[in-house]
């Protein structure tokens, strides 16, 4: 048997020599450090750390950044709850990520759990590692499920102005009843001034910094009102003796009508149990008094005086067969 030889064209030769060049290339990139990410860079992150960022799409220097695609970094960091998207780019061995988050209007402890309250009206629990983000938000305190949502809505009627760096002057938002209005919010600033304001007025609090600096001394109060578009700077002291007032005037009404229903009750209460006490005397006939089986006793009314009552109490004497006087 002749076994045939096979000769290559040099066109053939040379495209032979071309592939293995590149597989040979490729597997010594491959394996050098060349290929590893060089420079790690984020953008547009507010409350995630870099790190944090880099964590979620499992990234570092050691990554090779050919042989990733980028989609998958980007699904990586997309599966965080507080990221609404995330675009990444490579060149010259630098990797970025463009990260855009959900705006966070507050927390608000349920249980013993921390939720985030997203600016759409979701809110989703606070894991123990990112805890640390709740420094960018105000704590939301006795708000209940139908106040977070009207809060929210004001956040998205007035996005362009309720912005993030606004949000992150607030220390606490809490509701706040006032005689003139019963659903305004009490806002301790992070600078340790207040400010009180309803739904409809919270718009104004984007000019809070310019009219702060016209304003003179601490601990300041402010009222917004929307309807006449002012902010009226008040006495904290003046404002919280009245709101004090008012407490001790609903309690003082509240103690004053339980005592007057005490009252009413002691009143009623020995006609119910003289009713109660005359339906068990049963008048006997054979023995012209009054019989009480519960207790065997007898009573005649036509007699001496007892206590505050007319009458004689008597028991049957089996012994004697006669009554025989009780008291």
């Known amino acids: 048997m002749v076994k045939k030889k096979i000769k290559l064209t040099i066109k053939q030769t040379i495209i032979f020599s071309l592939v293995f060049m590149m597989v040979a290339s490729v597997f010594v990139y491959y394996f050098s450090t060349d290929s590893h990410v060089k420079v790690l860079s984020c953008k547009n992150n507010y409350y ?17 950044l050919y042989f990733v695609p980028s989609i998958l970094f980007e699904k990586r960091v997309e599966k965080m709850p ?9 060149k010259n061995r630098k990797l970025t990520f463009d990260v855009q988050e959900k705006l966070i209007v507050g927390y608000y ?30 704590l939301l305190s006795d708000f209940n499920a139908k106040q977070r949502k009207q809060l929210c809505e004001q956040f998205q009627k007035h996005s362009k102005i309720l912005t993030r760096d606004l949000i992150e002057k607030f220390a606490e938002i ?17 600078d340790g001034n207040i400010v009180y304001t309803n739904l409809n007025s919270i718009k104004m609090l984007s000019k ?4 702060l600096t016209k304003l003179k001394g601490k601990s300041v109060c402010l009222v ?35 005592t007057s229903q005490e009252t009413e009750n002691r009143e009623q209460q020995p006609d119910s149990e003289e009713t109660e006490n005359e339906a068990e005397w049963v008048y006997d006939e054979n023995t012209g008094v009054y019989y009480h089986k519960a207790i065997g006793m007898y009573y005649d009314p036509n007699t001496d005086e007892y206590y505050d009552e007319n009458g004689t109490y ?5 012994e ?3 009554f025989v006087e009780a008291y």
């Open 320 to 322: 004697s067969q006669s």
């Open 174 to 190: 809490v509701p706040y009843k006032a005689s003139y209005d019963k659903n305004m919010f009490k806002i301790t600033m992070q």
């Open 314 to 318: 008597y028991y049957w004497d089996e």
């Open 224 to 258: 917004l009102d929307s309807t006449h578009s002012t902010i009226e700077k008040v006495n904290c002291e003046d404002l919280n003796s009245k709101k004090k007032e008012e407490e001790q005037k609903k309690t003082s009404e509240k103690a004053e009508t339980e």
């Open 82 to 90: 507080f990221v609404q998207s995330c675009k990444v780019s490579k």
């Open 48 to 64: 995630l750390s870099d790190n944090e960022v880099y964590d979620l799409a499992n990234v570092s220097t050691k990554t090779r």
């Open 109 to 138: 402890v349920k249980g013993d759990k921390n939720f985030a309250l997203f600016q759409d009206g979701t809110s989703i629990e606070i894991e123990e590692q990112y805890l640390n983000m709740i420094v960018h938000f105000p």
């Open 208 to 211: 809070y910094q310019s009219v």
